[in-house]
């Protein structure tokens, strides 16, 4: 199932004022939504390495990180992060727009999240002091489990701890799962998916 990339970015540049702000006591982080087709659409996650006490062990991430004094935008540490933890160049990548502010139920970070497509690939490296491995998510499964659970035209509010994608390679659930959410709900509503 392709994605539009044209009327995807036409999307994300319609909700730019809406995505919100992150709360002032929130640490500000960036994390790329990178997708690529492999046949379908897919999307580039990374699981975290499973080191006793880290927070977000084994958990199922889109890559990112804080967002530096040194980044000019939330977009350049973004790109900045996805080339420190998977050596993807920011020449390789076009950036298509912004999702918005998802808030972490663990800690105060607020993550702000920049949809790309992958236009170059290369060769993937990853660091494994950070991540165990990296997860090609097909957009054509994640929509078909997003309608099948009953998530569709629901505000992932109201679907509360329910909010979890279960496929063959990964269990996806806390922020990324909302922020799948709402990638999956602006790809179904403006028919860019179906």
Known sequence: MPVDYEVLQDSLRLRE???GEA???HRAHAVCLLLFQNPGTTILSIQKADHEGYPW????????????????????AALRELHEELAIPSSDVKVLGNLG???????????????????RRSPVHIDRREISQVLELSVE??????????????????IGD????????????????????????LLLERGIVE
């Open 17 to 19: 004022g809406c995505t």
């Open 23 to 25: 709360p002032p006591d």
């Open 141 to 158: 499964a994640l929509a078909e489990f997003h309608t099948r659970a009953g998530f569709r035209s629901r505000p992932e509010g109201e």
């Open 101 to 119: 502010h998802f808030q972490t139920q663990v800690s105060n970070d607020d993550l702000e999240v920049i949809v790309a497509r992958w236009i």
């Open 57 to 76: 062990r084994d958990d199922v991430a889109l890559p990112g990180g804080r967002i530096e004094p040194d980044d000019r935008t939330p977009t350049d």
């Open 162 to 185: 329910a909010l979890v994608y279960e496929l063959p390679d990964a269990r996806i659930w806390g922020v990324t799962a909302r922020i799948l959410h709402e990638f999956l709900e």
